[in-house]
Structure formats: structure tokens, C-alpha cells
């Protein structure tokens, strides 16, 4: 073999020359790793991270292995872990970050773990279990050329030393800059001699362009809507122009729905960037539905179509059909797929999901992005949403963000939410926000468009709900379940459209499509729907119908309701938008929206409420997050967080409270994209499936294998991802309502429905 060592060889080449050297590799991940980490004053971890992650491959078992003389590996990442805590347990940070570079951050000790085998053995077991073939292995570090010295300790930054939430904040953020320096350091070798697209590819204008982009594109767009919703959003667009001259820190924008948040924000948050040194924008959607359409605005206005490579809006979310991207523009969807993996663009939208889910994430391909979220600007738009049962957690996240990483945070709302801590409450809560509306309370009520009609002492039925829609025009109802909306829809005939999740995203889409066209047209059309129209999706009807749920979703509803004002104008100011909020047959889904129901039913018993005002809504809240505030979830994952048990928080920590598992349907492209993933089982093949897919919970996913409805579809590999409805049971996909549940069988869906 020779003395020279080696990080990684070339497939099919025996010649060793060009094959990378160990020394070479090390130095080049840690010039990398130290960039990374210096936003965050810790150049010197990323460093040594850089030059101890793959000391373990001074290994004899290892360099047999790369040369082919051995076909059994050396597992490597323990060494450079051992070696850190040898020279001092300072170095915790660094050590798991090099452990857990490959397989991903293990807990500290055992007893904090979940029994699986997919955890990476806790750090301590890792140390003790290889204390002395480390010193077996010494000699070789010291001679090596990454190994030599004692370097000095580094110092944590001052921000990190309050106590182990910030720790293991810290550990995270610095495991994502070794994570990415390694991957883009080894891609770059191949690249030498494989030809392929690296992260050097990706280019990007800078964020001063951008808000020239902007603003210019704003300035010249034309009035949309009545006098009184121009004014308001020019008086929203100016307060966020103002404000973006603020130092870094937490604001909130707390303005109606049809306020123009969605450019105003953006304008706020690249003036703010500009400003002040920020790196990026990173706009934060709960609801895929949002996100498809807050994308194509701000790639709309921000990208240049005579640049199709300069991409600076970068969309991540599960819901993206990377087929259709990649047969559109085969080299823009590889570019985009490379972005997403470290979010190194100017401006990103993503989901709350990815978001927080990757803050707590202890898998080095989901942390790799951590690293650039540090000097951003986060866009939290439709904050209501955010998890209550969470809720310390989610407030210490976006705290550290800001006061240890140089982040400032918007909280987009236009319902004021408890997020923000209200005097001496003992409810979490951020402190220091400062809000950029002048005066919320008087903005919602210059804006009021709808007037609200309540019948919450009796339920309406169905059936009778249905006779009242049937003489509207156009109407939107707001139901709670996917099976009330069948109902409700079936009851008033074949003309009224349908919305659930039980239509897969690209029927939903279409859906959405049509109705937007009949709007347009100033046709009928009456929408049956989940909450999933509630927040963010533009449509602009004369009359809303919400069943009773928390203060927030009614007004989000509401915002549905003569959006463009066009009718209050047309009656001399006075709300010319008519909304009607109704006791349901059936009561809200369990968890989250079952608790606001309830604390929606405590305010009414106390008095009139007006889901508009500022006052109302915070009362909401209160209320809300205070029987959140002692969930027992929470207060384990604080527990866990200071434990530094990295796995089990990332399997504790889940954003959507439901045990559900996905389904491929049949409608539209689904069979033929079902049959391309049969024919060649891959990650692409199997993204490709997402937007005709429906998440079902368990007990029913058992219900529709038992019946023949679906089955589970095996990969490559082994492993079953997903189900799919099965061959000659099309019609168990309904063409209107999606996915039939009740599937028995026995009878085609047309026939049971009828």
C-alpha cells in the first residue's frame, strides 16, 4: 500500500495517483467547516471538526479496505470523537458532531434512548467501547499530518454558555457545517473525474438586487381591489419599509387577510438583509397549498427569465412534483434538488415542518442546511398555526435564533398570537417584539370587509345547511372532517366542488384551478372544503359559511370573504362580505383544533366575540396556549434537549400530530408514475408519486387493505414507503371526492355513495 493514505478512491481506477489523499481531504473540509461555522464565532470548532472527522481512516483495516485488499471496512467516525474528549470533555460538541458525521447524532447516555436500530450508539457507550484501541491507534495520529499537537481548547461563544438548551443548539449548528463541508469537499473530488453538477454550479444574485428587484417590480404594479384595500396595502408595504431599518431581532406584522403581507414582508425582510449584513430570507408556510402559490409570486418577481440558471427563489417541501420540474428543465431541477440540500440560495420557502423538524433533527442530510439558517431572516407566515402542544420549544428555537445566531424573526399573523409573552405570564413566550403596524387594533378595524352572522346556540344540519347554500351564487363552507365535506357536497348536487385531503395534491390543485376560473369569470360556483382553503389560498367570495372552530380559523375563513373589498366599497364602506359561523353536526377532529373549539366555546360564554379584533384574539390565545402550556410532550422534550439525547428528540419531536401513512392513487398521471417506480424503484421515481398521494391514518390503511382497496408497494431495497391503490380498484378514487374510506369491498364507490 504504501505510506500515502487515502480518503476516497475512484471507482474503476487503479490508478492511486489520482485517488484523494487523507491529509489533503482533511485540510480542505476543515477550511470549509471553519467558513461555515464563523457566522456563528465558532471558525476554530469547524476547523478541528474539519481536520479530526475522518481521522479514523489512519486505520490499517480502513486503508486495506479503500485500496481492495480487504472487502470488510473500518467503521472511522468514532476516532476523531475519542480523540476530542481525550484532550478535553470541552470538546463534547465536537466530539458528537465527528461522530455522528455519517450515521447521524446519537444520544449522550443510554438510558435517554428509544430501543431501535436505526439510533446511532450513544456517544458515552461509543468512547468507553473504543478507549483502548484508540490508544493502539495514537502512534498513527500523532505522525499523521491532521493529527499533530494539542491545539488550544476552543471557546464557546459567550451566547452558548447560558445553559444545555444552548449547548445542544450549538452542537447542532456545528455538526450541520461539518456535515455540508464534507459532502461539498468530496464532491468536488469527484467532480475532478466524474462529471456532475457540484454546489460551484449554483449562482445566485446578491440580496441588494434583489431588493432593487422588488421594490421595482412593486412600484409598478397597478391597484388591485377597492380604494379603501389599495390604501391599506400601500400603508402595510410603507410601515414595512420603515421598520426595516430596525436593528436585527423579533418583529411581528400583524396585518388582515388581504393585506399584501406576502410581497410586504418580503420587501421588509430584504431591505432588513440589506441593511444589515443578513445572508438570506427564509419564508416559513405552514400549509403546502400556500407555499406552491407564495413561491411562484416571489420566483415571479425576484428571478430574471433571460437567467433560467439564476434561480434565487429555492422551493423545499414534500409536496413539489420533482417529475414534472425535472421533465420541464432537466439541469434547473438538478440545480434546485443541490440547493435544497444546504438551502444555500438568497431567498428559500419552505414548510413549518422542514423547518423545525430539521432544527431538531439528528440526521446529518436534514441538519446540513442548519448551519446557513444562522444570519437570516425568517418569515413566519401564518405563525397562528404553529403547534400549542410545542410551544416552549418552538419560543426557545426561534429565541436562540435570534439572540445567539444573528437571525431576526417575523411573526406574520393576522391574528395576534400568544407567541409573543405578555407582561409577567407564566406562558412562553417571545419577549422584545416589536410590531410593525402602528396600531393593529385600529388597521382591523378600518379593514373589516365581512359582517358576521353567529348561530352557535343550536346545530345546523347538513341537509338543512345544504337547502340555504343551494340558493347562493357563490358561496364557500368551511367544514371540520374530510367526511363532512363529502356529506355536505353530496347534499347539494353535482354543481358544488369539493375540497379534502382525500384528494391527492394535484387533484386538489386542480380544484383550486377551477374555482379560481369560475371566480374570474364571475360564474357560479359554490366550494365545499376542509380548513385546508382557510389560510393563504386568494380566493375572493360574497359569502363564507364556517363551522365553529377557534377565533383564528374564523378569521381566516373570513379572509376568503370579499377580499378585494369590492363589495363593502359598493356599499359606502359598511361590511359588504357576509360570513355565517355554525354549530356543526359533528364536533372538530381531536387535538389542537379540538382545544381551540373549546376555547373558542369559553369566550363566547363570556360575551360577544370579534374574531377581527386584536384584543379578542389575544384572549384566544391565552386561552388556547394555556391548555397546551402543561403538555406532558413538552415538557419531556425540554428534558430530553438537556440530556443532549439528539436521537430520541428527533423521534419525539413530530410537527403533525397524526399517525398516518401514505397511499398512491390512480387518478391523472398516478398509475403511470406507479408503474415508472415499479419498473425502477428510486428516491426520484418515488418523489415523483407525492403529488398523487393521500395520507390515511392506520386504522384505516388497515380497513382498505382488508377490503383489496390498496397494498404495500416494496422498493428496491426492501422497504415498504408507501401503499397503492391496487390495480382494477380505480373506482374506490372517486373523480370528485378523492379516496373512499369506507371502501368494503363489495360495491364500486359510485354505487355506495348513491
Known amino acids: 500500500m504504501g505510506d500515502r493514505m487515502y480518503a476516497h478512491s475512484l471507482p474503476g481506477s487503479a490508478d492511486r495517483a489520482d485517488w484523494e489523499d487523507l491529509a489533503e481531504h482533511l485540510a480542505k473540509v476543515a477550511e470549509l467547516a471553519a467558513d461555515f461555522a464563523s457566522p456563528f464565532g465558532a471558525s476554530d470548532w469547524g476547523r478541528l471538526a474539519g481536520l479530526w472527522h475522518d481521522l479514523g481512516k489512519v486505520q490499517p483495516e480502513f486503508q486495506r479496505y479503500i485500496c481492495g485488499f480487504s472487502s470488510v471496512g473500518a467503521p472511522h467516525a468514532w476516532v476523531g470523537a475519542v480523540h476530542a474528549l481525550k484532550l478535553t470533555k470541552a470538546m463534547l460538541p465536537l466530539a458528537f458532531a465527528i461522530a455522528g458525521h455519517h450515521s447521524g447524532l446519537g444520544d449522550f447516555r443510554a438510558d435517554a434512548a428509544i430501543a431501535s436500530v436505526r439510533s446511532p450508539t450513544p456517544l458515552a457507550e461509543l468512547v468507553a467501547e473504543h478507549r483502548e484501541l484508540y490508544e493502539r491507534l495514537r502512534p498513527l495520529l500523532i505522525n499523521h499530518q491532521g493529527g499533530t499537537g494539542r491545539p488550544a481548547v476552543p471557546q464557546l461563544p459567550a451566547s452558548t454558555n447560558a445553559d444545555a438548551v444552548r449547548l445542544e443548539m450549538f452542537t447542532r449548528i456545528l455538526f450541520s457545517a461539518l456535515v455540508d463541508a464534507d459532502q461539498i469537499a468530496t464532491g468536488r473530488f469527484y467532480a475532478r473525474f466524474i462529471p456532475a453538477l457540484t454546489a460551484s454550479d449554483l449562482t445566485y444574485d446578491d440580496i441588494a438586487t434583489l431588493r432593487r428587484r422588488l421594490d421595482d417590480h412593486i412600484d409598478a404594479m397597478p391597484p388591485r381591489g377597492s380604494p379603501a384595500v389599495v390604501a391599506l396595502r400601500r400603508l402595510v408595504l410603507g410601515a414595512c419599509r420603515v421598520h426595516a431599518e430596525d436593528g436585527p431581532g423579533r418583529f411581528s406584522l400583524t396585518v388582515p387577510t388581504g393585506g399584501g403581507k406576502t410581497l410586504s414582508a418580503m420587501s421588509f425582510a430584504l431591505r432588513h438583509a440589506e441593511r444589515h449584513g443578513l445572508r438570506r430570507v427564509i419564508v416559513v408556510i405552514p400549509y403546502t397549498s400556500i407555499i406552491e402559490q407564495s413561491a411562484r409570486v416571489y420566483r415571479g418577481v425576484l428571478n430574471e427569465p433571460s437567467r433560467p440558471d439564476v434561480n434565487n427563489v429555492l422551493e423545499h417541501h414534500s409536496n413539489l412534483d420533482e417529475q414534472a420540474l425535472?421533465?420541464?428543465?432537466?439541469?434547473?431541477?438538478?440545480?434546485?434538488?443541490?440547493?435544497?440540500?444546504?438551502?444555500?440560495?438568497?431567498?428559500?420557502?419552505?414548510t413549518t415542518v422542514q423547518l423545525f423538524e430539521s432544527l431538531l433533527s439528528n440526521h446529518p442530510s436534514r441538519c446540513r442546511k442548519?448551519?446557513?439558517?444562522?444570519?437570516?431572516?425568517?418569515?413566519?407566515?401564518?405563525?397562528?398555526?404553529?403547534?400549542?402542544?410545542?410551544?416552549r420549544t418552538i419560543v426557545d428555537l426561534l429565541d436562540q435564533l435570534v439572540s445567539a445566531y444573528g437571525c431576526s424573526v417575523v411573526l406574520s399573523t393576522a391574528t395576534p398570537p400568544a407567541l409573543v409573552r405578555e407582561g409577567n405570564s407564566p406562558l412562553p413566550g417571545l419577549t422584545d417584539v416589536t410590531e410593525i403596524m402602528p396600531d393593529p387594533a385600529a388597521l382591523a378595524a378600518t379593514a373589516r370587509r365581512v359582517a358576521i352572522e353567529w348561530r352557535t346556540d343550536a346545530v345546523t344540519r347538513y341537509e338543512d345547511l345544504a337547502g340555504e347554500l343551494r340558493r347562493h351564487r357563490q358561496a364557500l363552507a368551511i367544514v371540520h372532517r374530510r367526511n363532512d365535506a363529502r356529506v355536505l357536497a353530496d347534499a347539494i348536487g353535482g354543481h358544488a366542488l369539493h375540497l379534502s385531503a382525500l384528494m391527492c395534491p394535484a387533484h386538489r390543485l386542480a380544484v383550486i384551478d377551477e374555482v379560481r376560473n369560475r371566480l374570474g369569470r364571475d360564474k357560479p360556483c359554490l366550494l365545499i372544503s376542509t380548513q385546508l382553503v382557510e389560510a393563504g389560498v386568494d380566493l375572493d367570495v360574497p359569502v363564507v359559511y364556517r363551522a365553529l372552530a377557534g377565533l383564528d380559523s374564523i378569521a381566516q375563513s373570513a379572509g376568503r370573504c370579499d377580499r378585494e373589498g369590492k363589495l363593502t366599497e359598493a356599499a359606502g364602506g359598511t361590511p359588504g362580505g357576509r360570513m355565517v359561523v355554525f354549530l356543526a353536526e359533528t364536533d372538530p377532529p381531536p387535538g389542537v383544533p379540538a382545544q381551540a373549539f373549546q376555547s373558542m366555546q369559553v369566550l363566547l360564554a363570556l360575551g360577544p366575540v370579534d374574531p377581527f379584533n386584536p384584543d379578542h384574539s389575544i384572549r384566544f390565545f391565552r386561552e388556547l396556549y394555556g391548555k397546551a402550556a402543561n403538555d406532558p410532550r413538552d415538557k419531556e422534550l425540554e428534558r430530553l434537549r438537556r440530556t443532549l439525547a439528539f436521537a430520541t428528540v428527533a423521534d419525539r419531536f413530530k410537527m403533525i400530530d397524526a399517525d398516518t401513512w401514505p397511499v398512491v392513487v390512480r387518478w391523472g398521471d398516478g398509475a403511470q408514475r406507479l408503474a415508472a417506480y415499479r419498473r425502477s424503484p428510486s428516491r426520484e421515481t418515488r418523489r415523483a408519486l407525492q403529488p398523487f398521494t393521500v395520507q390515511v391514518r392506520r386504522y384505516t390503511l388497515d380497513r382498505l387493505r382488508d377490503a383489496g382497496v390498496c397494498s404495500p408497494v416494496e422498493g428496491a431495497n426492501g422497504v415498504e414507503y408507501f401503499d397503492a391503490v391496487n390495480e382494477g380498484r380505480e373506482s374506490s378514487y372517486h373523480q370528485r371526492f378523492g379516496l373512499d374510506e369506507g371502501a368494503d369491498g363489495l360495491l364500486p364507490t359510485e354505487v355506495s355513495i348513491v
Do not use: M
Not at 446557513?372 to 418569515?379: A, C, E, F, P
Open 326 to 350: 425535472s421533465e420541464a428543465d432537466a439541469r434547473g431541477e438538478q440545480l434546485r434538488k443541490l440547493a435544497a440540500e444546504n438551502w444555500d440560495a438568497p431567498v428559500v420557502v419552505t
Open 370 to 391: 442548519l448551519h446557513n439558517i444562522v444570519g437570516s431572516v425568517l418569515i413566519l407566515d401564518e405563525v397562528q398555526t404553529l403547534p400549542p402542544q410545542f410551544l
